[in-house]
Antibody, heavy 120, light 108 residues
Framework: EVQLVESGGGSVQPGGSLRLSCAAS????????MNWVRQTPGKGLEWVSY????????FYADSVKGRFTISRDNAENSLFLQMSSLGDEDTAVYYC?????????????WGQGTLVTVSS | DIQLTQSPSFLSASVGDRVTITCRASQDISNYLAWYQQKPGKAPKLLIY???TLQSGVPSRFSGSGSGTEFTLTVTSLQPEDFATYYC??????????FGGGTKVEIK
């Protein structure tokens, strides 16, 4: 079964840091580009970051650029999101998401999400 | 950035109804549009990609159409399990990926 399982969420104070992890199984992880997407009640779904299977191309949303770092370990079938200088606006459920590309591009597999709460 | 405007934002319907949701893009995105369904407490689920291609396992009562800047998602006969929130997403190019604001479909 194709599966993505996030972990690492929790409560953190403003200005703090947190590292999210995503364990992939059921598919050849290195063959797929991966994303982080977050969701807040007020702002809906927001794409956060993207990394290619070979890690040679990375993109970030403007809202997190310079504060978040995406990475992956293909040997461990894992995706990561290092988050720093966290603010209230980063409070959200964070999803690890597999991407398919080409003409049929879409986000076809989503994890269950991990909640990050930034609060003093 | 490309903006996506979904309408309506809220829809009340009955089982068996035909339902149509519209997604308008602020610029041409060809057919790089996907539709997702989300139920409370769950992750979004891919329904349609490339504007009109049904994802494997998704019931045929769901269909998508459109290209360029205007797209629609149609459910031909709404079932009890279809009451959810629906989002469109444009995948024209990174890093400007955006989602629509969502359409909540509730039971009348």
């Amino acid at each position: 079964e194709v599966q993505l399982v996030e972990s690492g969420g929790g409560s953190v104070q403003p200005g703090g840091s947190l590292r999210l992890s995503c364990a992939a199984s059921g598919f050849t992880f290195s063959n797929y580009n991966m994303n982080w997407v977050r969701q807040t009640p007020g702002k809906g779904l927001e794409w956060v970051s993207y990394i290619t299977g070979s890690t040679n191309i990375i993109f970030y949303a403007d809202s997190v650029k310079g504060r978040f770092t995406i990475s992956r370990d293909n040997a461990e079938n894992s995706l990561f999101l290092q988050m720093s200088s966290l603010g209230d606006e980063d409070t959200a459920v964070y999803y690890c998401v597999r991407a398919v590309g080409g003409t049929g591009r879409a986000f076809d597999v989503w994890g269950q999400g991990t909640l990050v709460t930034v609060s003093s | 950035d490309i903006q996506l405007t979904q309408s309506p934002s809220f829809l009340s319907a009955s089982v068996g109804d035909r339902v149509t949701i519209t997604c308008r893009a602020s610029q041409d995105i060809s057919n790089y549009l996907a539709w997702y369904q989300q139920k409370p407490g769950k992750a979004p689920k891919l329904l349609i990609y490339a504007a009109s291609t049904l994802q494997s396992g998704v019931p045929s009562r769901f269909s998508g159409s459109g290209s360029g800047t205007e797209f629609t998602l149609t459910v031909t006969s709404l079932q009890p399990e279809d009451f959810a929130t629906y989002y469109c997403q444009q995948l024209d190019r990174y890093p400007s990926l955006t989602f629509g604001g969502g359409t909540k479909v509730e039971i009348k």
